[in-house]
């Protein structure tokens, strides 16, 4: 009967590493999904991150007196630069998630504020570079929460199959670890509805 | 003459067809030389057995009906599943398989000036073949020159090259290498990979368990040599002579699937050559390309899966033990290249000829000369006027839009806007009263931010421009498809027309984003009778003649002239009422999962009916198209000389 007895084992071993093949390619698919999505942030970042110094510039020629609100923008634009590059090496660890998501946060709040100098200066707003750049930046920033919607929802996918059942116990074993969501906590105090103008 | 898709597409099938029978021989020999082994095992068993007991002498025989059905039951039931696994896992779509290997996405909005090129060579191939833009894959890591071509059909191919190869060729050669490339996704060899990659699965698998069970065996039987424990000892042999002949057998298996797999993708090669050729009129493009390969050692890949890819690369990757080439030696690829005529290239005597280019003598005015027989003719395949039209196209996009095409979120808003009508006002009514109530705020900002942009857009660039925002729309999350296409939904109830183009358009971006692979695997049922389609023809040929035509008399002749095409195979009916918005859907979407032949007929009925007055208007070529792409059909650019300058 040891054959009988060798015929299951090898059916059991043979179920077993087919099954750890599949939490592994399944594992490795939604960290690709997740880095990929990473990517689709840091590209939008980063060009937001090369408007912020154009914006600063043109409204200096006319917001002079301004200057705490204007150091503060480019201020929180490089420490959101620098989270974002130290994030680059390590996307979905949830330190530097963090990190990026509290310096975006401190952005969008500086943000806020040059938006509400800006309509104290008429001129200011009338100006057609300046348009231009505001509007380049909300697009940017619709996309950055878009894609970060894509970011987060990978991550939730790629976390719940990694604490399921079987794949949490091989999960550690193959070296994937918890994965951080982005949260940029800011409320940007109702946002108006965009405005038609055709 | 050259073959159009249809003939490809059946050509692959019925090669499949014949490889099923090679392989199900092969799988048959390994049964065999298992049986004949595990019966000689068991009666040299026996007769060890009965030597040391004498007063029963059991004979055992040859034939052993229960080996028999243990051997068949266990080879088909592990290869079966180790094929069937591998062959799920790569028809999730081209960027499943990309992404097994190591590859990643290009960023869309990369600022390296290389990756740049690669993109836009893609997307101007894509638009002048007529598929959506494939997922756009690069092996950052590799330094050789080398691409593949993954996916299970059209709408869900991924493209992928090495960063040698956009490194080291100039635009023209890289534009051959994705010509190339695209080849193998119009002529359906990817499908024809998958399932040649999965039956080798299977045969390698036996080959694996055998290893294992070589080393188990060995192991138990070093363990218990000092205990001299009979029966574990002889269990261990027993492993040991299993391992054995399921490693030899499976191996020779795999052997010979190998060589068959091997001498199936070097006659596609050729003709990937041939169509590269074909399509980009230079044969210095790919040419070149393969002269810098010759100048490297060879296109070897680094990544571990390689051989799982190998004949679906550009140049060989894999060298050594077990290994046949799948690509054909480089001088002849080159000589077959450079010094032969372009019409006398191709495999098995089959010839291309000079492509017909629907339609090159156009008329001023928007209008295009074509004939139906150049549709079919054309599909498929692609000319050099065609990729230098495409090129045009994208390069006047208005740039802000051809940006839009890059972005997940300007991409969506971008086709709510495509699926809105053409007339700028009537756009504008419905974007003012319908969307605010259907749209998010991020998405309206970026609709009305675009809408800005869409008089710049000329009609003949509205379809390549869909076509454009394929890669972005696959990067939605399945929740953010989940809401896109229910927000479609609505956008298309707003205005209680039927309208062809919405429906094609919503088809096509459906494919886009679920993958032919998962959209099949939601919806098994096929069409294959010509009878049960009667009344899907009939809606969609109805629609297609009300459309085109604004005199009912004209309308009459073009359904007409499709009726007589159809003759035979399918009784239409004209219906001149209205037809209900999802009886539409539903047609289109059947006609979509219908065979090879039905599609053909489909398309061929379709231009006869466009084309009833033989000038086909630039928004009717857009239609035709947009049918096509909806049923899977890569037709290419429909040309007027007055567009190209």
Redesign the interface.
Same mark, same amino acid.
């Given at each position: 009967m040891?054959?009988l007895a060798?015929g299951i084992i090898?059916v059991v071993?043979?179920i077993l590493i087919?099954m750890m093949v599949?939490i592994y390619?399944r594992l #490795?698919?939604g960290k690709?999904q997740y880095e990929?999505?990473f %990517?689709?942030i840091d #590209?939008?970042l980063k060009?937001r991150y090369d408007l912020i110094p154009n914006l600063v510039e043109t409204a200096k020629g006319y917001a002079k007196h301004e200057k705490e609100t204007l150091d503060a923008v480019v201020k929180a634009r490089n420490t959101a630069l620098s989270a974002l590059e130290s994030a680059g090496g390590k996307i979905g660890d949830p330190g530097a998630m963090q990190a990026l998501g509290d310096a975006e946060a401190g952005l969008l709040g500086a943000l806020g504020k040059l938006n509400v100098v800006v309509e104290a200066y008429p001129d200011l707003k009338a100006n057609t570079s300046m348009e231009k750049l505001m509007?380049e930046l909300?697009?940017t920033e619709?996309?950055v %929460?878009?894609?970060r919607?894509?970011y987060n929802?990978?991550v939730m996918?790629f976390n719940i199959a990694r604490e399921s059942f079987p794949a949490v116990m091989f999960a550690g074993m193959f070296g994937f670890t918890e994965v951080g969501q982005l949260d940029i906590r800011f409320e940007p105090g109702g946002?108006e %509805?965009?405005? #038609?103008?055709? | 003459m050259a073959m159009n898709f249809f003939e490809h597409q059946e050509k692959a099938r019925r090669s499949t067809g014949r490889l099923v029978i090679l392989f199900a021989l092969a799988v048959g020999a390994i049964i065999a030389l298992l049986y004949f082994f595990f019966a000689y095992f068991l009666v040299f068993k026996s007769a060890g057995e009965s030597s040391s007991n004498t007063d029963g002498y059991r004979e055992i025989g040859l034939w052993q009906p229960m080996t028999l059905i243990y051997v068949v039951g266990g080879t088909l039931l592990c290869s079966g599943l180790a094929c069937l696994i591998k062959i799920v896992s790569l028809s999730d779509g081209g960027s499943a398989v990309a992404e097994m290997v190591g590859a990643v996405r290009v960023n869309p909005a990369t600022s390296d000036p290389q990756e740049r090129k690669y993109i836009n060579v893609v997307e101007e191939m894509a638009i002048a073949s007529g598929v959506p833009v494939p997922a756009i894959y690069i092996m950052q890591d590799e330094i050789n020159i080398n691409a593949f071509a993954a996916g299970y059909t059209v709408q869900d191919a991924a493209v992928a090259v090495t960063r040698g190869c956009i490194d080291s060729l100039n635009r023209d050669e890289l534009q051959g290498v994705v010509a190339h490339e695209f080849s193998h996704i119009l002529n359906g060899d990817m499908s024809l990979n998958i399932r040649l990659i999965g039956v080798l699965a299977g045969i390698l698998f036996i080959a694996i368990i055998g290893r294992i069970l070589l080393e188990v065996g060995a192991r138990s039987g070093g363990g218990r040599r000092g205990s001299r424990n009979k029966e574990g000892g002889g269990g261990a042999g027993a492993l040991l002579a299993i391992g054995l002949a399921l490693f030899l057998v499976g191996y020779i298996g795999y052997f010979f699937g190998s060589l068959i797999k091997a001498a199936v993708s070097r006659q596609r090669e050729f003709l990937a050559d041939a169509s590269a050729v074909q399509f980009t009129r230079n044969p210095g493009g790919i040419g070149g390309a393969l002269r810098q390969i010759g100048g490297y050692a060879d296109g070897e890949l680094e990544t571990k899966r390689a051989s799982e890819i190998s004949h679906m690369c550009f140049s060989s990757t894999i060298s050594g033990f077990f290994s046949f080439a799948t690509h054909p030696p480089l001088p002849e690829r080159i000589s077959r290249i450079e010094n032969t005529p372009l019409e006398a290239i191709g495999p098995g005597g089959a010839t291309l000829g000079a492509p017909l280019a629907a339609g090159v003598a156009g008329l001023a005015g928007g209008t295009i000369r074509t004939s139906a027989a150049d549709v079919i003719a054309s599909t498929g395949s692609v000319t050099k006027a065609g990729v230098e039209k495409a090129i045009h196209i994208v390069a006047s996009l208005p740039a802000g839009l051809a940006e839009a095409a890059q972005h997940p979120l300007s991409a969506s808003a971008l086709v709510y806007l495509l699926i809105l009508p053409e007339n700028k006002k009537e756009r504008r009514k419905l974007a003012r009263t319908g969307l605010p109530g259907i749209l998010g705020q991020d998405e309206l900002g970026e609709l009305y931010r675009l809408e800005k942009l869409m008089p710049g857009l000329a009609a003949h660039a509205r379809l390549p421009l869909l076509e454009m925002c394929a890669p972005a729309l696959r990067n939605l999350t399945s929740d953010q498809a989940r809401e896109f296409t229910g927000r479609i939904e609505r956008i298309v109830k707003l205005d209680n027309e039927v309208d062809l183009r919405e429906f094609c358009y919503i088809t096509m971006i459906e494919f886009c984003l679920y993958g032919n692979g998962r959209l099949r695997r939601k919806n098994k049922k096929r069409y294959k009778n010509f009878d049960e389609m009667a009344g899907d023809f009939s809606c969609v040929l109805s629609v297609l003649a009300t459309a085109g035509h604004s005199d009912p008399g004209q309308r009459t002749l073009s359904f007409e002239m499709a009726r007589s095409l159809l003759a035979g195979r399918v009784k239409l009916r004209y219906e001149t009422e209205g037809i209900p918005v999802g009886e539409l859907r539903t047609s289109i979407g059947r006609l979509a999962r219908s065979s090879v032949r039905i599609r053909e007929a489909l398309l061929s009925a379709a231009s006869h009916c466009v084309l009833a007055d033989d000038t086909i208007e630039v928004e009717e070529a857009e239609l035709l198209r947009a049918l096509a792409h909806a049923v899977g059909v890569p037709v290419p650019l429909f040309l007027a000389d007055t567009d190209i300058d």
């Open positions: 040891s054959w060798l090898g071993l043979l087919m599949g390619n #490795v698919r690709n990929n999505a %990517a689709q #590209v939008q060009r509007e909300s697009s619709n996309k %929460a878009f894609s919607q894509a929802d990978a996918t946002r %509805a965009p405005k #038609v103008e055709f | -």
